[in-house]
Antibody, heavy 117, light 107 residues
Framework: EVQLQESGPGLVKPSQSLSLTCSVT????????WGWIRKFPGNKMEWMGY???????SYNPSLKSRISITRDTSKNQFFLQLNSVTTEDTATYYC???????????WGQGVMVTVSS | DIQMTQSPSFLSASVGDRVTINCKAS??????LDWYQQKHGEAPKLLIY???NLQTGIPSRFSGSGSGTDYTLTISSLQPEDVATYFC?????????FGSGTKLEIK
């Protein structure tokens, strides 16, 4: 069974970088697409971007200057880095597996990240 | 970006009721529309992909329909375990965009 688990600090200071890890079991990240999504307080959801089976990336233009998604295939993990965070980046962050045409078929449970001094 | 307008935001219905939730896209999304269920504290779960395809393991009381800009999730006979928030996702074009969610409760 495909399982995803997010991990990382729950509190980040403004202007710093947010770094999260998604650990995947039951499926290789050298297949499919692997993405990050976040849910803001108030429940609005935002697709942040993905890294593909080949290592190519695609990002939401709203984040393009601040976001980086990378991977470690030896550990079957992929990572999110979001730079220069503000309080508006406070959200629950999810990782998910994507199919070729975009359907997100497996998700992690999410990790809540608060940006506060 | 394609805007997804989901309605209603909140829905209260009785066990056995037929329930419908709608998503309207700001432009044609060519049936690239998925539906998800999220129970409190759990990971989102894929119910329906590409408008009307039932994900493996999902009960047949869930169905989807639509075309162009208008899409519907239907629960044919509401069950107590269907209490959750439901949201749609369009993947016709990037960035992928989500509906605002529908919180479903049992009367």
């Amino acid at each position: 069974e495909v399982q995803l688990q997010e991990s990382g600090p729950g509190l980040v200071k403004p202007s710093q970088s947010l770094s999260l890890t998604c650990s995947v079991t039951g499926y290789s990240i050298t297949s499919n697409y692997w993405g990050w999504i976040r849910k803001f307080p108030g429940n609005k959801m935002e697709w942040m971007g993905y890294i593909s089976y080949s290592g190519s990336t695609s990002y939401n233009p709203s984040l393009k200057s601040r976001i980086s998604i990378t991977r470690d295939t030896s550990k079957n993990q992929f990572f999110l880095q979001l730079n220069s965070v503000t309080t508006e980046d406070t959200a629950t962050y999810y990782c998910a597996r994507g199919r070729a045409y975009g359907t997100l078929d497996y998700w992690g449970q999410g990790v809540m990240v608060t940006v506060s001094s | 970006d394609i805007q997804m307008t989901q309605s209603p935001s909140f829905l209260s219905a009785s066990v056995g009721d037929r329930v419908t939730i709608n998503c309207k896209a700001s432009q044609n999304i060519n049936k690239y529309l998925d539906w998800y269920q999220q129970k409190h504290g759990e990971a989102p779960k894929l119910l329906i992909y590409n408008t009307n395809n039932l994900q493996t393991g999902i009960p047949s009381r869930f169905s989807g329909s639509g075309s162009g800009t208008d899409y519907t999730l239907t629960i044919s006979s509401l069950q107590p375990e269907d209490v959750a928030t439901y949201f749609c996702l369009q993947h016709s074009s990037r960035p992928l965009t989500f509906g605002s969610g529908t919180k479903l409760e049992i009367k």
